[in-house]
């Protein structure tokens, strides 16, 4: 069955960087499109980037120029590049597939 395997979260001081993985098995990872979403406490869900199987991308307008997403179809991992992160950065990301999302990993940025 599809499964996402989301890590690399933590706590990070404002102006800090991280990087999230998630490894993905069950599908065929080189064709789908992939995308980060993030919850924030007490707030709805909220699309971050998507990339597609050519490697193009998206981004939330928050998040521009600070995140980058990537994908390595060898390994079927998908990462997220978090730089100059910001307070309003935290919540709990998630890895997503076109079928299936991941558990989700805590990101915390302290100000």
């Known amino acids: 069955q599809v499964r996402l395997v989301e890590s690399g979260g933590g706590l990070v001081q404002e102006g800090g960087s991280l990087m999230l993985s998630c490894e993905a098995s069950g599908f065929i990872f080189g064709t789908a499109r992939m995308a980060w979403s993030r919850q924030a406490p007490g707030k709805q869900r909220e699309w971050v980037a998507n990339i597609e199987s050519s490697g193009a991308s998206q981004y939330a307008e928050s998040v521009k120029g600070r995140f980058r997403i990537s994908r390595d179809d060898v390994r079927e991992t998908l990462y997220l590049q978090m730089n100059n992160l910001k307070v309003e950065d935290t919540g709990v990301y998630y890895c997503?597939?076109?079928?299936?999302w991941g558990q989700g990993v805590q990101v915390t940025v302290s100000s």
């Open positions: 997503r597939s076109p079928l299936s």
